[in-house]
C-alpha cells in the first residue's frame, strides 16, 4: 500500500507538457506566383486563456508546463520528438485538405493529415510510445480530419 501511495505522489509532481501553436501566415503564394494577404487571426484571448487555466492547475499543485509557439512544421515535429508534449494545442486557418502552418518566412505551409500524422510519428520508434501526445487539441476550420 506504501508503494502505491509513492507512485501517486509522484505522478500529482510530474510536469505535464502542454505545446501551443499558433499559425497566422501573412500570405499565400498562387501557381503563377504572386503573393496574396491573409486574414490575420487574434490569437491574444485564445493564449491568455489557456494561460489562465493553467495557472490554476499550477496552484492546485498539479506540475504544468505551458509552452507558446508560432506552428511550423518544424516546431511540431520537434515539440513531439524532443520535447515530450503531452498536449498539443494548434490554432490556425483551416482548410477541407489541409491545415495551415506558417513557413518560416510568414508564408502559409500547408500540410495534410497524412503530413501531420508523418511529421508526429518522425523520430526513433524504440521511444515513440514515451513521447506520443496524449491530446491533440485542433481550432481551425475544418479540423476534423486533421484532428
Same mark, same amino acid.
Given at each position: ?10 505522478? *500529482? ?6 505545446? +501551443?501553436?499558433?499559425?497566422? %501566415?501573412? $500570405?499565400?503564394?498562387?501557381?503563377? @506566383? ?6 490575420p487571426l487574434d490569437f491574444d ?37 524532443? *520535447? ?6 494548434? +490554432?490556425?486557418?483551416?482548410? %477541407?485538405? $489541409?491545415?495551415?502552418?506558417?513557413? @518560416? ?43
Open positions: 500500500r506504501r508503494d502505491d501511495h509513492h507512485h501517486h505522489a509522484r505522478r *500529482a509532481e510530474e510536469a505535464y507538457s502542454v505545446c +501551443a501553436l499558433f499559425a497566422s %501566415p501573412l $500570405a499565400w503564394q498562387d501557381a503563377a @506566383g504572386e503573393l496574396h494577404a491573409i486574414q484571448s485564445e493564449r491568455e486563456a489557456i494561460a489562465a487555466a493553467f495557472d490554476a492547475a499550477r496552484r492546485n499543485r498539479h506540475g504544468v508546463r505551458v509552452r507558446f509557439d508560432v506552428a511550423t512544421t518544424e516546431r511540431l515535429r520537434t515539440y513531439v520528438t524532443l *520535447a515530450k508534449c503531452d498536449i498539443i494545442h494548434y +490554432a490556425g486557418h483551416g482548410h %477541407p485538405q $489541409a491545415l495551415t502552418f506558417e513557413d @518560416g518566412r510568414g508564408g502559409l505551409q500547408p500540410v495534410t493529415p497524412n503530413g501531420i500524422s508523418t511529421l508526429v510519428n518522425a523520430g526513433d520508434a524504440r521511444h515513440k510510445a514515451s513521447r506520443v501526445p496524449r491530446l491533440a487539441f485542433v481550432a481551425a476550420c475544418h479540423s476534423k480530419r486533421a484532428a
